[in-house]
């Protein structure tokens, strides 16, 4: 069973950016149903999908919340997938998690089609 293993995190001015890695515990193949999903969530608020990547063909899809701001990427070689964030906002502030795709429609960003959450990484965005 793969692990998954959060970091980057950090305080960071409004306006700035960060990039989030989530490293996997092993290889994860390129073939449908593989992918990887960043989620963020806030205190008192309801875990939020922000970002998926297919590794069959590399499909992606962001929330609107963060549609041109964040950028998710991977590399295989790393058995990384990256989330770049730009243009932070203090609404951004929140614990970050990756997870694997485990069901669900091809870009869902509902929490409970993944598993194998990792244990976060905390953002911070001051104003």
């Known amino acids: 069973q793969v692990q998954l293993v959060e970091s980057g995190g950090g305080s960071v001015q409004a306006g700035g950016s960060l990039r989030l890695t989530c490293t996997a515990s092993v290889y994860m193949p390129e073939r449908l149903g593989v992918g990887i999903g960043w989620f963020r969530q806030a205190p008192g608020n309801e875990r939020e999908g922000l970002a998926i990547?297919?590794?069959?063909?590399?499909?992606?899809a962001y929330a609107d919340s963060v549609r041109g701001r964040f950028t998710i990427s991977r590399d295989s070689i790393k058995k990384t997938v990256y989330l770049q964030m730009d243009s932070l906002k203090p609404e951004d502030t929140g614990m970050y998690y990756c997870?694997?795709?485990?069901?669900?429609?091809?870009?869902?960003?509902?929490?409970?089609?993944?598993?194998?959450w990792g244990q976060g990484t905390q953002v911070t965005v001051s104003s």
């Open positions: 990547i297919q590794f069959d063909a590399a499909g992606i």
């Open positions: 997870a694997t795709k485990s069901g669900g429609p091809y870009f869902s960003l509902n929490p409970s089609d993944y598993s194998n």
